[in-house]
């Protein structure tokens, strides 16, 4: 988010960079990094498990804020394009942000074995693998860490990144692609090592919880900061990313329906986001 809003600061003349970054990180990680995980998990293991109650919980809100952000701008009339009206703006932040933090509270509070593996892998994996846990302290501390050197690789990386996309005439949407990876990186890592271990729904957890993060705080930054320097944000999305990002979301709810994963659904995740790739370079 820090990386998104400070290159939208710089840039005046790119009122699509927050969509074409929030967008790129869906297909990154439901796509690229979810199919990895599901292609490498079923190599080693045939079939892999999760948790389809927490699995779901991450489905309603990512398609509900998806659809709300990216898709609805295209079909309004209030104003012209692909944007909304400030009264909309407004809206959409106050809701991403009150349905992002309900979720919070389902996750860490009321719901939270939704989240956690499911019993046939608990049970299988337990005798090979011992987790160690760490203080709240240690891991409040990696945060502010993490937080802190992004925020300053922010300012370092976010301009030049901008200014090279203009020198080299290089698609917009390919500076998004770029910001986004770099913000999904540890994240796939993580869920890639996860998946590896056995443990897919550690992988969900990681990599649908950073789709879920981005979509309801980048988009809110993103519109704050439109509405307060008095910058158009364009928000919908078009051409054929518009059907491939439907069809993400569709092909996300039909792999993860029965509780198991195999390698198919591994290689219909990374072919469309080969299609994503081809689509930045050849729209």
Do not use: W
């Not at 929030?22 to 199919?35: D, E, P, Q, R």
């Not at 292609?39 to 999760?50: I, K, M, T």
């Not at 692909?82 to 909309?88: G, L």
């Not at 090279?164 to 500076?175: D, L, N, T």
């Amino acid at each position: 988010m820090a990386m998104i809003s400070t290159a939208m600061l710089h840039g005046a003349n790119n009122p699509t960079l927050g969509r074409d970054a929030v967008f790129a990180v869906i297909m990154i990680a439901l796509n690229g990094l979810v199919g990895l995980c599901l292609l490498l998990g079923g190599l080693r293991y045939r079939e892999q498990h999760y948790n389809l109650q927490g699995l779901n919980s991450y489905l309603n809100v990512i398609m509900a804020l998806a659809v709300l952000g990216l898709v609805l701008p295209i079909f309004t009339t209030s104003t012209s394009g692909p944007t909304f009206s400030t009264e909309q703006e407004i809206f959409l932040v106050v809701v991403s942000l009150l349905l992002y933090a309900i979720f919070l509270l389902i996750q860490t509070v009321r719901h939270r074995p939704y989240f956690k593996d499911s019993k046939e892998v608990a049970l299988t994996s337990s005798s090979h693998r011992s987790l160690q846990i760490r203080s709240t302290a240690f891991h409040t501390t990696m945060l502010l860490v993490y937080l802190f050197t992004v925020i300053l690789l922010a300012e370092k990386f976010a301009i030049p990144l901008d200014n090279s996309i203009e020198k080299f005439h290089m698609p917009q949407a390919f500076g998004g692609a770029i910001i986004a990876a770099l913000v999904l990186s540890p994240e796939g890592l993580g869920g890639i090592r996860a998946s590896l271990q056995n443990q897919l729904q550690r992988s969900i957890n990681i990599l649908f919880g950073s789709v879920l993060a981005t979509i309801g705080l980048t988009i809110p930054a993103v519109l704050t900061i439109g509405i307060i320097t008095k910058r158009s944000v364009t928000l919908g999305v078009q051409g054929g990313n518009l059907p491939l990002l439907l069809l993400t979301l569709a092909m996300c709810v039909v792999t993860f329906t029965s509780r198991k994963t195999n390698v198919l659904q591994g290689c219909v995740h990374l072919l469309l986001f080969a299609v994503f790739v081809l689509l930045i370079f050849a729209p």
